[in-house]
């Protein structure tokens, strides 16, 4: 998981950013109202993330913060350290040297596809969990990782640890609790930054959840889906304050909680958006 967003080059973000930004969030279409009526106990969601469009919804909206992009596709073969204490952060959600999802990614790859450039360095993953410290890894590690990038293997592992631990069960939450497609998107994104447990000076997705339910049930619970998704999301900006590398929260001011303001229940197209200062939109539902 990663903690902050990084930047495309001035190139690759140029060419993005001419076909996905807008001066602001609002403009025809997007008012209060906009999109589906939100749920109270007893009301089954409508189409949620289970749906290849809205899913490619939800991956895109991530990856604009967490890449400056809407092509997440693009990400596979990002590495860097990016100095939020976790070491490496790499790959199409950021998956961290130092939290053990990397090693996951790695060790999946490696399981598909035994002579892999990554294979020699599990000993030095496994070696530096829990740290930021790159021993044994360096330059030919971050080559090997770009070069890997380019083999379907290596992709379908990122994807498939992406599912198995941020999306499913973000998902399956999100569902279990009576939300639809935006709450599930909501969830998913607050696994992929704060992870699900807490750990040391950082507060995780079920801390987030468990203050929101103190405020506000949720629809499963009787609870009406706009109000207990605005509590969900005050609890996670207090969460994110308190963590330097966290200290902007437009991914969820200005983008997240602009969805819920303005009905988007089912993340019905046109969406608008602004995160880390650039703006953002998509017209119609993209193609899976």
């Not at 294979?119 to 740290?131: D, E, I, T």
């Not at 969830?187 to 801390?207: K, N």
Request: contains cysteine; glycine residues 10%.
């Amino acid at each position: 998981m990663k903690i902050v967003s990084r930047r495309l080059s001035t190139a690759v973000a140029a060419a993005v950013m001419a076909v996905s930004m807008l001066s602001g969030c609002t403009g025809s279409g997007s008012g209060p109202g906009a999109g589906s009526a939100p749920r109270s106990a007893g009301e089954a969601p409508e189409s949620g993330l289970d749906d290849p469009a809205k899913k490619e919804i939800a991956m895109q909206l991530v990856s604009s913060a967490e890449n400056s992009s809407l092509d997440w596709k693009a990400q596979y073969e990002y590495i860097e350290d990016i100095d939020d204490g976790r070491g490496y952060t790499a790959g199409i959600i950021g998956f961290c040297s130092g939290t053990g999802d990397m090693l996951k990614v790695v060790e999946r790859y490696t399981a598909a596809r035994p002579s892999n450039p990554l294979q020699r360095f599990l000993p030095a993953l496994r070696a530096v969990l829990g740290s930021d410290a790159h021993d044994g890894l360096g330059g030919p590690f971050t080559e090997a990782w770009a070069a890997a990038a380019t083999d379907p293997a290596f992709r379908a592992a990122q994807d498939a640890e992406r599912d198995r631990s941020y999306f499913d069960p973000a998902v399956t939450r999100a569902e279990a609790d009576g939300l639809g497609a935006l709450g599930q998107f909501i969830y998913y994104d607050a696994y992929v930054m704060h992870g699900y447990g807490d750990s040391d000076g950082t507060v995780g997705f079920r801390t987030i959840r468990r203050e929101a339910i103190d405020s506000v049930p949720p629809p499963a619970r009787g609870g009406d889906e706009a109000a207990y998704l605005n509590a969900f999301l005050d609890a996670r900006v207090a969460a994110m304050r308190k963590e330097r590398s966290h200290s902007d929260t437009s991914r969820v001011e200005t983008a997240q909680q602009v969805f819920v303001h303005e009905g988007r229940f089912g993340l019905e197209t046109p969406l608008r958006w602004r995160v880390y200062g650039d703006s953002y939109r998509m017209d119609a539902p993209p193609n899976p």
